[in-house]
């Protein structure tokens, strides 16, 4: 057996210095190989094009949105968010005469969901992309955004959603 000509506790100080260098610089390789999570200004998405807002009325458990020439609804394609107390929407207008509603809480973090771009509603807190109907694109997130059953009457230009 070898002996050391140093003392027993600096032989363990030595071992705690390594043990703990070796954690250090594992810690700092992972992080510079996972990117960490946060939904700061850098975040993947912050370039989406921000929904725009428009107006509903909810009663009872019914929400009603009037669709105006100038509104984001009016054409095929696009896409708009409505907030009422029951929570914030995202509806498209996915052909003449039908439109989706989903949620605009991610299934990743619950972050609100507020861009669009490219027929994709995007999460501007970890970069996850969803469909219209809320499949997911691109993760994060693994589950779908919550659909609500929506209707679109071409002839007095309304939206009607079961939420």
């Not at 002996?3 to 100080?13: A, F, L, N």
């Not at 696009?78 to 009422?84: D, E, F, I, R, S």
């Amino acid at each position: 057996m070898h002996q050391s000509d140093e003392p027993p506790s600096s032989v363990h100080t030595r071992r705690e210095f390594c043990v703990r260098t070796c954690q250090a610089v594992s810690l700092l390789t992972l992080g510079a190989v996972v990117p960490a999570c946060g939904g700061g200004s850098t975040s993947p998405s912050s370039s989406a094009p921000a929904l725009p807002a428009v107006a509903g009325s909810l009663t009872s458990r019914t929400l009603t949105i009037n669709i105006a020439a100038g509104s984001p609804l009016a054409t095929v394609g696009g896409a708009a968010m409505v907030t009422v107390s029951t929570g914030t929407y995202l509806v498209a207008r996915t052909s003449q005469d039908a439109v989706t509603a989903v949620t605009a809480v991610c299934t990743h973090e619950g972050c609100g969901v507020t861009g669009f771009d490219g027929a994709r509603y995007v999460c501007p807190c970890h970069g996850s992309t969803f469909t219209t109907n809320g499949a997911v694109v691109q993760g994060p997130a693994s589950s779908p955004l919550r659909q609500f059953p929506a209707t679109f009457d071409a002839t007095t230009n309304v939206v009607t959603i079961s939420v």
